[in-house]
C-alpha cells in the first residue's frame, strides 16, 4: 500500500513558478514510477508527467514540454513537478499518481492516487 500527499499547490500570476511535492509512505516508493495529472473544472483528469523509478527517464504532455519538469528524491520519498511559465491553462487541481511503470502512468493505468493539490494562474 502507498499513500500519496501532494503539496505545493496556490495561486500565481501568469508567468510564475510553483513547485509540488507528493510525498508518498511505504518502503515500496523507490520501485514504482511516478506522475502527475491534472484536472480543470468541466474537464477531464489529463497525463501531465512521468518519471521512472530510477529517475533516469521522463515524460511530459505537449502542453507542459520546457516549462515543467518532474524529478524525484527516493531517499526522501518524494516526487516534485517544477512548474515555470505558468499560464492561466494550468488551472486544475494536481494530483500525483503511482505505478508499475512510466507507460502506465502516461496510459492512466493508475495503482495509487493523490487527493490532489490545486494550483490557480490569474491572468
Known amino acids: 500500500q502507498v499513500q500519496l500527499v501532494e503539496s505545493g499547490g496556490g495561486l500565481v500570476q501568469t508567468g510564475g513558478s510553483l513547485r509540488l511535492s507528493c510525498a508518498a509512505s511505504g518502503r515500496t516508493f523507490s520501485t514504482y514510477a511516478m506522475g502527475w495529472f491534472r484536472q480543470a473544472p468541466g474537464k477531464e483528469r489529463e497525463f501531465v508527467a512521468a518519471?521512472?523509478?530510477?529517475?533516469?527517464?521522463?515524460y511530459y504532455a505537449d502542453s507542459v514540454k520546457g516549462r515543467f519538469t518532474i524529478s524525484r528524491d527516493n531517499a526522501k520519498n518524494t516526487v516534485y513537478l517544477q512548474m515555470n511559465s505558468l499560464k492561466p491553462e494550468d488551472t486544475a487541481v494536481y494530483h500525483c499518481?503511482?505505478?508499475?511503470?512510466?507507460?502506465?502512468?502516461?496510459?492512466?493505468?493508475?495503482?495509487?492516487w493523490g487527493q490532489g493539490t490545486q494550483v490557480t494562474v490569474s491572468s
Open positions: 499518481a503511482a505505478a508499475g511503470s512510466s507507460v502506465k502512468i502516461s496510459t492512466g493505468a493508475i495503482d495509487y
Open positions: 518519471i521512472s523509478w530510477s529517475g533516469l527517464s521522463t
